[in-house]
């Protein structure tokens, strides 16, 4: 019996994306993906209007949901269309869509969840354009990220994704901030719940005001990421945490 094709299935979280939208799409290496969705997120310029035209199945949020927000509703609309593999990437240009296909590699090998990883050379965001002053705590941050979690990957506050349907099925996303913080959340939830997780180098380019959120935004986002790995550590002692229950557990 032949085995049945994985459907592969891109999400553009998009918000005030009307400048890079159109270059990124028409290079996106579509040959490699089953379909692509994008999801506005009540921006204020032309993003949903130019994935209309440029033909992708776009939604556009009412009202702004915030980072997270529209993060659970792009993967709910993914599986919802069937997707077996979830590729998440930003149409901003951020983070280059080369290394799709090692992530898929990946997956076909038996991982579950795939990052991309920035610091296969030290200092590869660096001389992509990062700002100093973000890339140290984010290298400071991974070292504390690796120990306390411990599992040892990179890079776990990038942007680059891949997500199995098997691996969305077991955590309880829903339960997730509605900020930047879902993403580490993620991570953590993804560790407890003993996923198999793996990386892939991924470039990054940034450029203008992708050099780097503000410095408010980045300590706010540090500190939450404390928060998370406290609740993790308590979870793993035997206290029940919402964050760390399965979907079948969640309330």
């Not at 973000?134 to 411990?150: A, V």
């Not at 980045?218 to 964050?243: C, N, P």
Request: charged share 20%; hydrophobic share 40%; proline share 3%.
């Amino acid at each position: 019996m032949k085995e049945k094709k994985s459907k592969i299935v891109v999400i553009f979280l998009a918000y005030n994306a009307s400048k890079t939208l159109e270059k990124f799409y028409l290079e996106f290496p579509k040959k490699f993906v089953s379909d692509i969705i994008l999801v506005d997120d009540a921006s204020k310029d032309n993003t949903f209007k130019i994935a209309k035209k440029l033909g992708i199945k776009s939604f556009r949020n009412p009202v702004n949901l915030g980072y997270g927000g529209n993060m659970k509703r792009a993967l709910n609309l993914a599986l919802a269309s069937g997707a077996n593999i979830v590729i998440d990437i930003h149409p901003d240009g951020e983070y280059k869509p080369s290394a799709i296909p090692y992530a898929i590699k990946k997956i076909e090998s038996g991982a579950e969840f795939v990052l991309g990883n920035r610091f296969t050379n030290f200092y590869n965001p660096l001389t992509s354009g990062m700002y100093i002053w973000k890339w140290l705590p984010i290298r400071l941050l991974n070292f504390l990220d690796t120990i306390i979690l411990g599992i040892n990957l990179d890079d776990f506050h990038q942007g680059f994704r891949v997500y199995t349907k098997k691996m969305l099925e077991r955590i309880n996303y829903q339960s997730n901030s509605n900020n930047y913080l879902f993403s580490f959340e993620l991570i953590a939830q993804a560790v407890y719940h003993k996923v198999k997780i793996s990386q892939v180098p991924v470039e990054t380019s940034y450029t203008g005001k992708k050099r780097g959120a503000s410095l408010i935004n980045s300590i706010k986002y540090s500190m939450g990421t404390f928060k998370v790995l406290l609740l993790f550590m308590m979870a793993k002692l035997g206290f029940r945490i919402q964050l760390f229950q399965s979907k079948q557990l969640s309330v």
